[in-house]
């Protein structure tokens, strides 16, 4: 069983910038393709960022290419999510998800773990 565990969101304006961090209580997390999915209000949860177990195939969803980036170290059980140039369409409950393979994949349906996720909200 892994637990994941998020943090770092909160409200801010748009333009700011916040860094979401995600712990696993596992011990082989280096064997977890790790991603970061969002859902917004009446939306379906979307993919927006994964990144395999050493870090060689980073993928981004095209709303959030060039302003997050995602990066995880592998001694800390931790993935993060760093997110500059916030808009209000970036305001969503954020989860962090984990994959048992060395590939990592954009379906949430693939994904064997996730966290409880944190508020991200960004005002105009």
């Known amino acids: 069983q892994v637990q994941l565990v998020e943090s770092g969101g909160g409200f801010v304006q748009a333009g700011d910038s916040l860094t979401l961090s995600c712990t696993a209580s596992?011990?082989?997390?280096?064997?977890?393709?790790m991603s970061w999915f969002r859902q917004a209000p009446g939306e379906e949860r979307k993919f927006v960022a994964g990144?395999?177990?050493?870090?060689?195939?980073?993928l981004y969803a095209d709303s959030v290419k060039g302003r997050f980036t995602i990066s995880r170290d592998n001694t800390k059980n931790s993935v993060y999510l760093r997110m500059n140039s916030l808009t209000p369409e970036d305001t969503a409950v954020y989860y962090c998800?984990?994959?048992?393979?060395?590939?990592?994949?954009?379906?949430?349906?693939?994904?064997?773990?996730w966290g409880q996720g944190t508020q991200v909200t960004v005002s105009s």
């Open positions: 596992v011990r082989s997390f280096s064997s977890y393709a």
């Open positions: 990144i395999n177990w050493n870090a060689d195939t980073i």
């Open positions: 998800a984990a994959l048992l393979s060395i590939v990592v994949l954009r379906g949430a349906h693939a994904y064997d773990y």
